[in-house]
């Protein structure tokens, strides 16, 4: 099973959505207050998928170096709605991730 960590900046609620998936949040991990390049290293030898809201992160971080991928949400509002409309276009690129990739994902039309 896919171990996905759901970064601080993304909301809790979308485990509940993610159910095929062993999904752990950063705050449930205690891995909520740890800066970006700490996080990775902390991460990748425990999770497969690390999402995240942060697309700074993939600019600077080496991601390609590392043994975790990593999901970027993208969306243009950040109310519940929004989130879950996501959901059926997150589960592809967490299903079919590979260590030292990014993927961005929208939804279809955004």
Do not use: W
Not at 8 to 36: K, M, N, W
Request: net charge negative; with cysteine; hydrophobic share 45%.
């Amino acid at each position: 099973m896919v171990k996905v960590l759901l970064d601080a900046c993304v909301p809790h609620r979308l485990r509940r959505g993610l159910t095929e998936f062993d999904v752990e949040t950063a705050q449930s991990a205690g891995l909520d207050q740890i800066p970006d390049g700490a996080l990775l290293a902390a991460v990748q030898e425990n999770y497969d998928v690390l999402v995240t809201r942060d697309r700074n992160l993939t600019f600077q971080q080496m991601i390609s170096s590392r043994s975790i991928a990593v999901v970027v949400l993208r969306l243009l509002e950040q109310s519940p709605a929004a989130f879950d409309a996501l959901l059926p276009e997150l589960r592809d690129p967490i299903s079919a991730a590979t260590p030292g990739t990014v993927t961005l994902v929208s939804r279809s039309g955004s």
